[in-house]
Each structure stands twice: as C-alpha cells, then as structure tokens.
C-alpha cells in the first residue's frame, strides 16, 4: 500500500447527506431578499419580457402576488419604484411623493404582511428627467453634496413611512453618512437599516432591470459612479468607506463575474451581514442557458447560488426567490 493516507477524500462525501456538509453556509429560506417592481397604476400586473416570470405590480395587487409567497416562506423583499405617471425633474421629487408607488407599498405591506421585512432601495434615476442618480451641474456632471442631501431625505421618508432597510443604490460618495445621520435625526436610526449598494459595478447585466424599470439615463452613462468591472482596489476601497460611515449590511452587485469582490468584502468586513444581488442579467442569463438545454434550470440556480455563499453572502438578493421557496422545501 503506497498510497498516503491524506490522498483518500471520498469516503467523506459519498452519501448526499454528507455532501451538504462540506458546505459551510447553506442556502435558507431566511437569506433570500425578492426584488419587486411596484408601479404607480395601483391594478397593473404587466409582465417585463425580458425578465422571465417577474412583473411589475400596482398596490392593489401585492396581496395576490405576495400572499402565497409569504405563505411559502418569504420572509423580505427589497422594493423598487416605476412610475410613469409623475412628472420627473432635476431633483427626483417622485421619489419621496407620499402617494407615490414605493411609500404606499410600504404602508399597504406593513398591513398585509406585518411579519415580512420590507427593504426599499434608494435611487433618484427612476424618478429624474435626465436618468442619472443624482444631482447634476449644468455641464451634466455629479453634484455630491445635493445629491446625497436629497438621497438621504429619501431614504429618511421611507424609513418614516415603515421600510426595515433603507438600501441606496446610487453610488454617490459620502451617501452613507449622510443618510446614517438623517435616520439618527429622524429618530429611526434604531428601527431602520442601511444596505449599502457598496460594490456596484457599471455592469452589461442590467439591461432587463433597464427594461423593468424604465430607467436608462438620457444622456450619458453611470460610469463616473459606478465602479469600472476591473477596479477591485476602488471595490475593496468603496466596501471600507461604506463600512466606516456606518452601513449595517455591505452589498456587492452583481455577483456572479465579482464573487471576488464578495470574497474580498467577507474580508474587509467580516462583522457585517455580506449581500449579494443576483441582478436581472444574471437571472435571464440562468434561465436562457436553461431553455437552450445547456443546463437543468434547478441545479444552475442553486450552483449560482452556492458560489456566493461560498465567497462569504448571508444574504441574497435574486428573482429566483420564488423557486427557490419551492425547491428548498422539497430539499
Ligand atoms: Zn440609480
């Protein structure tokens, strides 16, 4: 026998069962965040092409689409608004409207549903006349320290109306602060957390969410707030800044061509909850490969999955949520 004892590894993941312990962190029902669009006609159910499955909900609708989920074991969701019938300006003043899709989704669900935390994101681009997430100057460019003033007072006017999690996506510099400070001065800073978008990279896999909702810029690209797809020193940079100015939850986005980011960011802030999203590129990618027959649907979600939890996630945010729900009480 001149085989070293080390080089036998079989033994030890031969039955399923021990199969799902060689992972650290297995996928629950708890670690998925649904990503929801909420519209300004209160009745719409309108399918998004582009996102096979997902649609874009009116108020009175959450109720028929949320109630079987919740019964399945839905336990969050992270909401964005689509209007189309507000009038957008320089400064997103849609986006804080008390009658506006996301304030009376948060007020209609903490009614439904009083025991499902609801996160909201955080974006002025839905709700501007020129796209961009925040502020500009007149030559088209960021103005910080409006733009993140007015992410704040956002962020504060959802907290207000009942939202868990207050989730910014915009990408502005010093926006975490700015919004720690306003729930601190709301009194709400106890009762509300910050996910903060900390990672977010100016992706090709946004497009469908584009699609969903409405949101690509008028002019220009994102590319002065988003991080370039190479710059892992600016992520590892943005994730301790974030961290610093007082984020409860780091997030990175996407996931799946940065689950290096994610790793670095288990890293960096190995105290905080660790998010990822799996955006809605990603998603339509998984289920075209598996209409191609490249792949069985099921297996590829979850593989997708345990990549991000292998890198470090405790959280996911991904438009599976629904499956997912399914596949893990028959797992
Ligand atoms: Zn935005």
């Not at 289920?287 to 345990?306: C, K, N, P, Q």
Request: aromatic residues 8%; proline residues 6%.
């Amino acid at each position: 026998m001149s085989m070293e004892i080390s080089s036998i590894l079989q033994g030890g993941y031969n039955h399923p069962l021990a199969r799902t312990w060689q992972c650290k962190r297995q996928l629950t029902k708890s670690m998925l965040m649904y990503p929801i669009f909420i519209t300004d006609d209160a009745d719409a159910r309108v399918e998004i092409a582009s996102l096979p499955g997902q649609c874009r909900w009116g108020v009175n609708r959450l109720k028929e689409f949320l109630g079987p989920l919740v019964q399945n074991g839905l336990k969050s969701v992270i909401l964005f608004g689509v209007p189309f019938n507000c009038t957008k300006d320089e400064t997103g003043t849609p986006a804080d409207d008390p009658e506006g899709p996301v304030i009376q989704a948060i007020t209609r669900l903490r009614q439904l549903f009083p025991e499902l935390y609801i996160a909201t994101d955080v974006c002025l681009c839905e709700y501007t006349s020129h796209g961009h997430c925040g502020i500009l100057h007149e030559d088209g460019t960021i103005n910080q320290a409006p733009s993140v003033e007015r992410i704040a007072e956002v962020a504060v006017a959802y907290a207000k109306a009942g939202a868990h999690c207050v989730a910014p996506s915009d990408m502005m510099d010093g926006r975490i602060r700015v919004i720690k400070q306003g729930l601190i001065e709301a009194g709400l800073a106890n009762r509300c957390m910050v996910m903060a978008y900390s990672a977010k990279f100016a992706s090709s896999l946004y497009g469908p969410f584009r699609d969903a909702a409405g949101s690509a810029p008028s002019f220009g690209n994102r590319k002065c707030y988003q991080l370039p797809p190479g710059g892992k020193g600016l992520a590892r940079r943005a994730i301790v800044r974030d961290v610093n100015e007082g984020a409860d939850v780091i997030m990175v986005k996407p996931a799946m061509p940065y689950l290096d980011v994610i790793q670095d960011a288990a890293e960096l802030a190995p105290d905080h909850p660790l998010a990822a999203y799996q955006v809605s590129g990603e998603f339509a990618m998984v289920v075209a490969g598996a209409e191609m027959g490249v792949y069985d649907l099921r297996t590829m979600a979850f593989e997708s999955i345990e990549g991000m939890l292998r890198a470090g996630c405790t959280l996911i945010l991904t438009y599976f949520t629904p499956q997912f729900l399914e596949w893990l009480n028959e797992a």
